[in-house]
């Protein structure tokens, strides 16, 4: 199982392949993200700078599952 990813990793490619429609999908993807983060089904920590890499991990603590 794996137990860590990237955000880049994570997003969801969109099938028009045009930079509006891909910019939503990136959008929606990042809301999806925010929620498992806020749910606490994993955990998020950035690389360095504003615009760094977000990696994921599970969050093994989380009694939500």
Same mark, same amino acid.
Do not use: W
């Given at each position: 199982? /794996?137990?860590? @990813?990237?955000?880049?990793? %994570?997003?969801?490619?969109?099938? *028009? ?15 999806? /993200?925010?929620? @498992?983060?806020?749910?606490? %089904?994993?955990?998020?920590?950035? *690389? ?18």
């Amino acid at each position: 199982a /794996m137990q860590k @990813l990237s955000f880049n990793d %994570l997003r969801v490619q969109s099938p *028009d392949g045009d930079d509006k429609s891909q910019r939503v999908y990136t959008i929606v993807s990042f809301l999806g /993200m925010l929620e @498992l983060v806020r749910r606490g %089904l994993v955990l998020a920590d950035q *690389d360095t700078g504003a615009f760094g890499d977000i990696i994921l991990n599970k969050n093994n603590t989380s009694h939500n599952a």
